[in-house]
């Protein structure tokens, strides 16, 4: 239930704090007095698109906020809790900048808009004024129907459903519709995974190939050049080692030779001979290895060529080839399943179809159940809204194409007059039968409703009279077990009310404020007498404004 609205400098109100209770509150007011600005801050608290025009002229910001008292309302507590927000009560707040900017808070913690609206959605109900153009149209029919039968968690769960299942019958064309193309890209795959098993090209065998290969062109060479300088190290007649061993002999013979610099010369002349000799041992070895064969070379040149045009093939430079080769075989696994996905998508888009249907069945069922009684209520008020001649009736017709919300188009039907057969509501309904239709429609859905705010924006045209009465009655019975409010042009409606808001524009100078509060006994009668009578009230105006207050405030049986 809304306990409490405070509105700071939005529109022309500068400042503005209202105490709401239980029950109908009727909201009055002289036209272009600005009924409309409390229902468009109440708006903008429940997530409503925001306008910077709205910020009072001369003013940074629009500041609003909305209390809640939650005790009765699970579906908000439940939110709340979900989010680790506290649930002892609901505050929404929102600001609106000079620039247009927008920010919300629920409970003092910052939020998206969308959560706000989202929240805002099980805090309060709100009935428009232009409701009964809405209800010239079929989906109107069908959400009030489902909202009546309480479908709509089952609706919005047949919405999931349904959306997956097309999900995988898009996923599913388009692996149909590429079949052809990914034959073709398997054939190529498979031939080129081929070539390259026959290749077999290891991992490192490129870099031996071209090292064995500069070795076999080159032995002859090799062979003739390690031999020369073996013998520069080891020949009798002036190879190095033979010069060096003649050096350390004449060099020991010499005095001292043991000590100071000659010591250490002949230390390095012996390392120098030890270097020689190990070289000299790895030049044979290197001489010996290495062998004359021209047929390992023609091989390896060839093994060489086959890896450089099969590289060219692909472009790719020849050391990329194991990686490309991994890479393609990855591929061809990948594809040689397709068929396989291709079935398993096929089965899972057909158990998602059967579960739709299942659930539309379900709703469907559910729907032509909940038809008639819904029909029954609708006729029922519409008796006491002096319509008790016409025929309401609703008609649920299974379609061929599945939608979100089901296999089923529902239709409100109307004969306004005895004899004739009901036809849609836009081909028989005058305005005023419409008004109150929607009327009878709108307080049927709310007698159903789980949430205790109703709002109702004058949705009482098109009714006078008698029956204006009876929408006030109609009005006020649905307050008693919750918190109605109503913005109405009609006396007899806002006598029925258990408060009564006015609603009041003041000009001072060049400024024009909006003024709103709840009114006493003697200003609901001077209220009401003003909408009976005008401007000017008059001894019987008030009297009559006197006595319809009297009588409404009564209890009615």
Same mark, same amino acid.
């Given at each position: 239930?809304?306990?409490?609205?405070?509105?700071?400098?939005?529109?022309?109100?500068?400042?503005?704090?209202?105490?709401?209770?239980?029950?109908?509150?009727?909201?009055?007011?002289?036209?272009?007095?600005?009924?409309?600005?409390?229902?468009?801050?109440?708006?903008?608290?429940?997530?409503?698109?925001?306008?910077?025009?709205?910020?009072?002229?001369?003013?940074?910001?629009?500041?609003?906020?909305?209390?809640?008292?939650?005790?009765?309302?699970?579906?908000?507590?439940?939110?709340?809790?979900?989010?680790?927000?506290?649930?002892?009560?609901?505050?929404?707040?929102?600001?609106?900048?000079?620039?247009?900017?927008?920010?919300?808070?629920?409970?003092?913690?910052?939020?998206?808009?969308?959560?706000?609206?989202?929240?805002?959605?099980?805090?309060?109900?709100?009935?428009?004024?232009?409701?009964?153009?809405?209800?010239?149209?079929?989906?109107?029919?069908?959400?009030?129907?489902?909202?009546?039968?309480?479908?709509?968690?089952?609706?919005?769960?047949?919405?999931?459903?349904?959306?997956?299942?097309?999900?995988?019958?898009?996923?599913?064309?388009?692996?149909?519709?590429?079949?052809?193309?990914?034959?073709?890209?398997?054939?190529?795959?498979?031939?080129?995974?081929?070539?390259?098993?026959?290749?077999?090209?290891?991992?490192?065998?490129?870099?031996?190939?071209?090292?064995?290969?500069?070795?076999?062109?080159?032995?002859?060479?090799?062979?003739?050049?390690?031999?020369?300088?073996?013998?520069?190290?080891?020949?009798?007649?002036?190879?190095?080692?033979?010069?060096?061993?003649?050096?350390?002999?004449?060099?020991?013979?010499?005095?001292?030779?043991?000590?100071?610099?000659?010591?250490?010369?002949?230390?390095?002349?012996?390392?120098?001979?030890?270097?020689?000799?190990?070289?000299?041992?790895?030049?044979?070895?290197? *001489?010996?290895?290495?062998?004359?064969?021209?047929?390992?070379?023609?091989?390896?040149?060839?093994?060489?060529?086959?890896?450089?045009?099969?590289?060219?093939?692909?472009?790719?430079?020849?050391?990329?080839?194991?990686?490309?080769?991994?890479?393609?075989?990855?591929?061809?696994?990948?594809?040689?399943?397709?068929?396989?996905?291709?079935?398993?998508?096929?089965?899972?888009?057909?158990?998602?179809?059967?579960?739709?249907?299942?659930?539309?069945?379900?709703?469907?069922?559910?729907?032509?159940?909940? *038809?008639?009684?819904?029909?029954?209520?609708?006729?029922?008020?519409?008796?006491?809204?002096?319509?008790?001649?016409?025929?309401?009736?609703?008609?649920?017709?299974?379609?061929?194409?599945?939608?979100?919300?089901?296999?089923?188009?529902?239709?409100?039907?109307?004969?306004?007059?005895?004899?004739?057969?009901?036809?849609?509501?836009?081909?028989?309904?005058?305005?005023?039968?419409?008004?109150?239709?929607?009327?009878?429609?709108?307080?049927?859905?709310?007698?159903?409703?789980?949430?205790?705010?109703?709002?109702?924006?004058?949705?009482?045209?098109?009714?006078?009279?008698?029956? *204006?009465?009876?929408?006030?009655?109609?009005?006020?019975?649905?307050?008693?077990?919750?918190?109605?409010?109503?913005?109405?042009?009609?006396?007899?409606?806002?006598?029925? *009310?258990?408060?009564?808001?006015?609603?009041?524009?003041?000009?001072?100078?060049?400024?024009?404020?909006?003024?709103?509060?709840?009114?006493?006994?003697?200003?609901?009668?001077?209220?009401?007498?003003?909408?009976?009578?005008?401007?000017?009230?008059?001894?019987?105006?008030?009297?009559?404004?006197?006595?319809?207050?009297?009588?409404?405030?009564?209890?009615?049986?």
């Amino acid at each position: 239930m809304l306990v409490q609205l405070a509105v700071r400098d939005f529109a022309i109100v500068e400042r503005l704090e209202l105490d709401l209770g239980g029950g109908m509150t009727a909201i009055t007011g002289e036209t272009g007095a600005g009924k409309s600005i409390l229902l468009d801050a109440l708006g903008l608290c429940l997530g409503e698109r925001a306008d910077a025009a709205s910020v009072r002229h001369g003013t940074r910001q629009a500041d609003l906020s909305a209390r809640f008292d939650i005790q009765r309302l699970p579906a908000a507590r439940a939110w709340l809790e979900t989010r680790e927000l506290p649930a002892d009560d609901c505050l929404l707040r929102r600001v609106v900048t000079r620039a247009g900017r927008s920010k919300a808070w629920i409970n003092g913690q910052p939020c998206t808009i969308a959560d706000l609206k989202a929240l805002g959605e099980t805090l309060i109900e709100i009935h428009g004024q232009h409701a009964h153009q809405a209800l010239l149209r079929e989906e109107t029919h069908r959400r009030l129907l489902d909202d009546f039968a309480g479908l709509g968690a089952d609706v919005a769960a047949l919405g999931e459903t349904f959306r997956h299942w097309q999900s995988l019958q898009r996923r599913l064309k388009q692996l149909a519709d590429t079949s052809d193309e990914l034959q073709a890209r398997r054939q190529l795959l498979r031939y080129q995974v081929e070539e390259l098993d026959q290749l077999a090209l290891a991992e490192g065998e490129l870099a031996a190939l071209e090292r064995e290969q500069a070795t076999l062109a080159n032995a002859e060479q090799i062979i003739g050049d390690t031999q020369f300088a073996v013998d520069c190290c080891e020949h009798d007649d002036g190879g190095a080692l033979n010069l060096l061993h003649q050096a350390l002999s004449r060099l020991e013979a010499l005095p001292g030779s043991e000590r100071g610099a000659m010591a250490e010369a002949r230390g390095m002349l012996g390392e120098a001979r030890i270097q020689i000799e190990e070289a000299a041992r790895e030049l044979r070895h290197l *001489a010996d290895a290495t062998e004359l064969d021209p047929e390992r070379l023609a091989h390896v040149e060839e093994r060489l060529g086959e890896v450089h045009r099969i590289a060219r093939k692909h472009h790719v430079m020849p050391e990329e080839l194991t990686s490309l080769h991994a890479t393609l075989r990855d591929e061809l696994e990948s594809l040689e399943g397709g068929d396989q996905d291709l079935e398993a998508l096929s089965a899972e888009a057909e158990t998602a179809r059967e579960a739709y249907r299942q659930q539309a069945r379900r709703i469907g069922d559910t729907r032509r159940q909940a *038809a008639p009684a819904f029909a029954e209520e609708v006729q029922s008020q519409l008796g006491f809204l002096a319509m008790g001649k016409a025929h309401f009736a609703v008609d649920v017709e299974e379609r061929d194409t599945p939608q979100p919300e089901g296999l089923e188009a529902v239709r409100f039907l109307i004969s306004a007059n005895p004899g004739q057969p009901p036809r849609p509501l836009a081909k028989v309904a005058s305005g005023g039968e419409l008004s109150r239709i929607s009327l009878a429609i709108q307080v049927v859905a709310a007698t159903h409703s789980t949430i205790s705010t109703l709002v109702f924006d004058e949705v009482d045209v098109g009714v006078s009279g008698a029956t *204006a009465e009876i929408v006030g009655q109609l009005l006020r019975r649905l307050g008693t077990n919750g918190q109605v409010m109503t913005v109405t042009h009609l006396p007899q409606v806002a006598a029925q *009310a258990h408060h009564h808001l006015h609603i009041e524009k003041q000009t001072a100078e060049d400024t024009t404020q909006t003024q709103m509060a709840l009114l006493d006994g003697a200003g609901r009668v001077r209220e009401l007498a003003r909408m009976l009578g005008g401007v000017h009230l008059s001894d019987q105006t008030l009297a009559h404004a006197r006595e319809m207050l009297s009588a409404s405030q009564r209890p009615h049986h």
